[in-house]
């Protein structure tokens, strides 16, 4: 069974800074890791996925991810965060064997400062 | 941006009352997934399907949820008789099947 863990709840930056959120994760097989964006009240946004190729991944908005095997890690980065980068952000994996079996991490709330 | 659409955005029910929410996917997407989030952002999911068979559930949702997605109507998930705990916010997820989940704005149960 994959996991995945998300090991900071709050992170606080302010504008114009750059910032990680961090994403490990568990499982023995192949693996498609994604990052989703979830703005107050709303659903989640889609915002980037890796499954094979090319460990960094580029994202919408600037954001891009990392995946690390040896880690078992996919971080989220931005370069110069915005206000409108305040949010909650997801990791999630799914097993390449069954893709619609989504586990999600329980977030990591961004809050960026003027 | 996604397309799946909820309604309602808010429902209110006491104890015992049904609750009904429906989510048409987006269009050409056979797969459906509700998830239950809860005050402390954590998912919990609850049913999915594909085209109009169940693929997995859990079993809160077989015993006091019923959940549809027949053709050419919208999907649905209603809770039979609200329990307190049933607040949260009912999200909607649409896919292709390739791991990206497209999501509706949520529908947020409140049950007093």
């Known amino acids: 069974t994959q996991t995945v863990s998300q090991s900071d709840a709050h992170v606080t930056v302010f504008e114009g800074d750059s910032v990680e959120l961090r994403c490990n994760y568990s499982?023995?097989?192949?693996?498609?890791l994604s990052w989703y964006i979830q703005h107050h009240g709303r659903g989640l946004q889609f915002l980037l996925k890796y499954y094979s190729g090319n460990p960094v991944v580029q994202g919408v908005n600037g954001f891009k991810a990392e995946f690390s095997k040896s880690d078992s890690s996919f971080h989220l980065r931005k370069a110069s965060v915005h206000w409108s980068d305040s949010a909650v952000y997801f990791c999630a994996v799914s097993a390449a064997s069954n893709t619609n079996k989504v586990v999600f991490g329980t977030g990591t709330r961004l809050q960026v400062l003027p | 941006n996604s397309k799946v659409i909820q309604t309602p955005r808010y429902l209110v029910k006491g104890q015992g009352q049904k609750a009904k929410m429906r989510c048409i996917p987006e269009?050409?997407?056979?797969?459906v997934f509700w998830y239950q989030q809860n005050k402390n952002n954590e998912f919990k999911f609850l049913i999915n399907f594909q085209n109009q068979e169940v693929l997995q559930q859990i079993d809160m949702t077989e015993k006091r949820f019923s959940a549809e997605c027949p053709s050419n109507s919208p999907c649905s998930l209603e809770i039979q008789s609200s329990e307190a705990g049933d607040s949260a916010l009912y999200l909607c997820?649409?896919?292709?099947?390739?791991?990206?989940?497209?999501f509706g704005p949520g529908t947020r149960l409140t049950v007093l």
């Open positions: 499982y023995g097989g192949s693996i498609y």
């Open positions: 997820a649409s896919s292709l099947g390739y791991a990206e989940q497209f």
């Open positions: 269009k050409g997407h056979p797969v």
